[in-house]
């Protein structure tokens, strides 16, 4: 548009007449008035360029989507699906009557139950220690016990692998020494531990505002009614908490689901499996063949398990609205006193913290600096270096792997901010189609990374784009995860843009597009790149995806990862790669959050 | 209504219709319903109604940013919507500006640029050094010149509205409307930017649409007031025309505070009579005061009586000699505020409020009389 510097003197082609100009002096840049309201040229050019990115984003969620059901419906085995003729229901009777599914039911539910469990309990006393009491020490606890956010969860796999494997894990051992009993992380109980912990910062930002905003007058009028701390906190706290809480628990019952890594990693000694990790095997078999159609059953599955998990979820939130009570001023509450359990429980609190953050942290510091396994002691301390960083630029697999895994998320990053820019725009001025498309892309929400990586993969293998093995065909993958959470990132932000910024642009005589460049893009920007900054970090650490994806040039140091542990069990020189990753994905997601963590779904 | 020739007017609006239909229950909302007026030019208009009446619907329907059902709307003489031609001049292509209620400062922007985006952006553009000289002057005008580096958030209320003003007249706009502008600030700024706000329309001369539900604000700035109830119009006139000539009902109880007693008219009126009588539970009320009546009154037909409290003088019982709308009646309640009582007193069975004199010596239970003066006892005929 010709008008877009302040210098230019406006004007477009003469197209129409011009208004006479009366009794006021001869105007300097007068636009032409239009005769008529039909689209001009460039507004065609600017239609055809929203049915291409329209279309595009319709692709990008659709198709996979279509291409799981048609593959769970081919009786493949072996043979990848579009090879097989006819469609069948054999895969469904085939894990219906199998032995296994009971199996892996079993483990996925207590897997779930007891990861939400473990987060849920931890993360409820921790909102209300830092939000309701006069816990010592919050300034540095809080922070602290967010920390396993800025961590992919298979870095988080790979550091409580170190730091409590029975061998000679430090943790493994101290509780050896101390209690005089082995514990075994490649458990289901290790999987929650771990899970729960990894958890554990999610809902703990959920539940914060809760319990901050609850004004203390309720519990006052508690107080003074006679009621003691406890009849306070059971009959009025929790129960106007309550909302919040069971909203939290259902979206990390969706997480823990569709977790891969940590499940993966503890289980795949001990061949325990549940979903995500078991459509994995069935498709890149340690030995033997990979059997799709059972896999992409499974998938299907999961992804209806989601959908009833999310539906439950939005049903729950719909009906927190009667608890606004919880809303309101930002309070600063006078804590509650925790009198003479001050120290115990800033104790209990500061173990927590020690135990499941620091020690595994530090114990992947250490092993990345080792030449080879082995334990935490001074005398070691002489053998440390910093060969294996010096390995990961100088051996050209790692370097790769590293160059591999900043391409993909900075094309990734930035492909997901400007679509999902896009398609929240299009939901609030798009009309019905603009609607359509947010609502169609919120099924992704749905659809568990590994299966998702799964669909993406008997796509491309079909379709005859020459992607596969590429790192393109993890950027597609990854930007059609991502899209949705993006756009509702931004959407939040321009709901919440004053309708009268905007119109009083047009009155002052701007055209649509000036507007949205000068008014809308500015305002929004921040929460564009928080979301750009959020799928950079996300990108990074995505192991389940990046894996079903990966073929020998296009592999990220996850996959890397997930290689030396499994195979080649070269600890030390993956340490290395996981504190690397750690470092970049810790200061994008500091960054995210100095802009104040936002809240979407 | 007024006739005046088309060209003095700067903005007409005829048969201008807009509704709404629930989703839910199929339910048509009709928000503004057959409206019609004349804005003339270099006057300071204003829509006044309740919340929900259609002032702000219809001002945004001037303004391009919602559009009608039906009707047409001109602006200086060039129709800018016509739902039979299939004609709707978008927002940047008429000759407006206007301060939205909630002043729409961008806050991303410094002062000076949310004052400039008319001359950058806008209908009509400037070479850099002329927009610079332009927005200074105007924000010198409105008091902002030393804030023109600040960033607009670091304004306060009333500042910000006046940097919304700054940016819509430097439009140059044909018309500016304004909506609600002062609703968000508190009372003693309010009336301070009121004085303001009706000083600079009159230096710039500019044609003014403004939108309130506060009659105060109506009746101290404007040339001519629209009142609106419920997506219609009761009734259009200058402020004293409408407080001291009520037409309507509505009018007579939204503008002001009103006495209204029901009634039927006591005997026909004929289109010379300046003078109508009206029976009520009171007895038989005199008015002098009516606005011409939609279609000729006859005997028996259902009417209201109109009188403003301060129109009632309260005397001693029997001082006073005979003469019209004299009633007996007793007082209620007697509030004092210095410069005046305020009365509620019984006449029979209806209660009318009053202002007595300050230091009328009466109590509540005393009898007394009260006198309606013909001369301001309006005949509401609905």
């Known amino acids: 548009m010709q008008s877009g510097t302040p210098l230019s003197t406006g004007g477009r082609p003469p197209t129409g007449t011009r208004p006479p100009t009366g009794t006021r002096p001869q105007r300097t840049g007068v636009r032409p008035e239009p005769t008529d309201v039909h689209p001009h040229r460039r507004d065609r050019v600017l239609i055809g360029v929203n049915i291409v990115i329209g279309a595009i984003i319709a692709y990008l969620m659709l198709f996979p989507l279509g291409m799981l059901l048609f593959s769970s419906l081919k009786d493949s085995e072996t043979k990848l699906p579009f090879q097989v003729p006819g469609f069948t229901l054999a895969n469904f009777t085939a894990i219906f009557s199998s032995k296994r599914l009971v199996e892996v039911a079993l483990n996925s539910l207590i897997f779930v139950v007891g990861t939400v469990g473990l987060a849920l309990v931890i993360s409820v006393s921790l909102a209300y220690l830092f939000e309701r009491t006069d816990i010592p020490g919050r300034r540095f606890l809080a922070p602290s016990t967010l920390a396993p956010m800025a961590v992919p969860a298979t870095v988080m796999a790979v550091a409580w692998v170190l730091a409590a494997n029975p061998t000679n894990g430090p943790i493994a051992i101290v509780i050896e020494r101390i209690f005089g009993f082995t514990i075994d992380i490649y458990s289901l109980p290790g999987m929650i531990l771990v899970a729960g912990i990894f958890g554990v910062p999610g809902m703990y930002i959920m539940l914060a505002p809760t319990f901050a905003r609850l004004n203390l007058e309720f519990e006052e009028a508690a107080a003074t009614s006679g009621a003691g701390w406890w009849t306070r906190t059971r009959k009025v706290v929790l129960p106007l908490t309550m909302p919040g809480i069971t909203a939290a628990s259902m979206l990390l019952v969706v997480i823990a689901l569709e977790e891969f890594a940590i499940p993966a990693i503890l289980g795949m000694p001990d061949q325990i499996y549940v979903f995500s990790s078991l459509i994995q095997a069935s498709l890149q078999p340690p030995s033997g063949l990979a059997n799709y159609g059972q896999a992409s059953a499974y998938g299907i599955m999961l992804v209806l398990l989601s959908l009833v998990m999310i539906a439950v979820y939005r049903r729950q939130t719909r009906e927190s609205h009667r608890f606004q009570v919880v809303g309101g001023k930002g309070y600063r509450s006078t804590p509650v006193r925790l009198g003479r359990w001050r120290i115990p429980i800033f104790t209990i609190v500061f173990l927590y913290v020690l135990v499941a953050i620091i020690v595994p942290i530090l114990t992947l510091v250490w092993t990345s600096l080792t030449p080879y396994l082995q334990p935490i002691s001074l005398d070691n301390l002489g053998a440390l270096s910093l060969a294996n960083y010096t390995a990961i630029f100088t051996n050209p697999s790692l370097s790769q792997a590293v160059i591999n895994t900043l391409v993909i998320s900075l094309v990734t990053a930035t492909l997901t901010a400007g679509f999902a820019l896009w398609l929240a725009l299009a939901a609030s001025r798009g009309g019905r189609i603009g609607r359509w498309l947010f609502d169609i892309s919120f099924l992704v929400f749905a659809i568990p990374a590994v299966v998702l990586g799964m669909a993406v993969l008997f796509l491309y293998l079909y379709l005859p784009f020459p992607i596969y093995g590429t790192i393109w065909i993890i950027i597609i993958a990854f930007t059609t995860r991502y899209v949705p959470r993006g756009s509702r990132m931004i959407q939040t932000a321009l709901l919440q843009l004053d309708k009268g910024l905007e119109e009083v642009g047009r009155v002052s005589g701007a055209s649509k597009g000036v507007v949205l460049r000068r008014v809308i893009f500015p305002l929004v920007a921040p929460a564009v790149s928080s979301t750009w900054l959020w799928v950079f970090a996300h990108s990074l650490g995505e192991l389940p995806i990046a894996l079903l994806l990966s073929s020998s040039d296009n592999r990220t140091v996850v996959v890397l990862l997930w290689d030396m542990i499994g195979e080649s069990a070269n600890y030390p020189e993956a340490s290395a790669l996981a504190v690397l990753l750690l470092a970049l994905s810790a200061v994008s997601v500091w960054w995210v959050n100095r802009r104040g963590v936002q809240k979407h779904i | ?382």
């Open chain 2, 1 to 382: 209504m007024q006739k005046l020739v088309a060209t003095d007017h700067s903005v007409q609006i005829s048969g201008l219709q807009k509704q709404f239909t629930r989703h839910d229950s199929g339910e048509v909302n009709r928000v503004i319903d057959d409206v019609s007026f004349a804005v003339p030019k270099n006057s300071f208009f204003t829509l006044l109604g309740p919340s929900g009446c259609g002032k702000t619907t219809t001002l945004r329907c001037l303004a391009g940013l919602e559009t009608a059902d039906g009707g047409e709307i001109w602006m200086n003489g060039k129709a800018v919507f016509s739902a039979a031609a299939g004609r709707d001049v978008p927002p940047d292509s008429r000759p407006i500006a206007m301060v939205p209620q909630s002043y729409g400062i961008w806050p991303h922007m410094k002062v000076f640029d949310n004052a400039a985006f008319p001359l950058r952006y806008g209908r009509k553009t400037y070479p850099r050094p002329e927009t610079q000289r332009r927005v200074l002057a105007m924000l010198e005008q409105v008091g902002l010149s030393e804030y023109a580096d600040r960033w607009s958030t670091q304004l306060s209320g009333g500042q910000q509205q006046r940097l919304a003003l700054a940016r819509a007249l430097l439009c140059e706009p044909e018309v500016l409307l304004l909506d609600e502008p002062l609703s968000n600030l508190d009372a003693k700024l309010r009336s301070q930017l009121r004085a303001e706000l009706r000083s600079f329309q009159q230096k710039f001369g500019v044609t003014t649409i403004y939108v309130t539900h506060d009659q105060g604000e109506a009746l101290a700035m404007s040339d001519t007031i629209v009142v609106m109830n419920r997506g219609r119009i009761e009734q259009i006139g200058s402020p004293s025309e409408i407080y001291d000539s009520p037409a309507t009902r509505f009018v007579a109880d939204f503008v002001g505070s009103a006495n209204l007693i029901p009634g039927v008219l006591d005997r026909p009126a004929g289109p010379r009579d300046r003078v109508v009588d009206a029976k009520t539970t009171l007895g038989v009320v005199r008015c002098e005061r009516f606005t011409t009546p939609p279609a000729p009154p006859t005997a028996g037909q259902e009417m209201s009586v109109c009188i403003r409290p301060e129109n009632i003088r309260v005397v001693t019982a029997s001082r006073e000699p005979e003469g019209p709308n004299r009633f007996p009646a007793r007082i209620m309640t007697a509030e004092y505020l210095g410069d005046r009582q305020e009365m509620v007193v019984a006449v029979g069975d209806v209660t009318l409020r009053a202002h007595a004199d300050a230091h009328f010596d009466a109590r509540p239970g005393d009898d007394v009389t009260v006198v309606l003066d013909p001369a301001w006892t309006v005949a509401l005929w609905s």
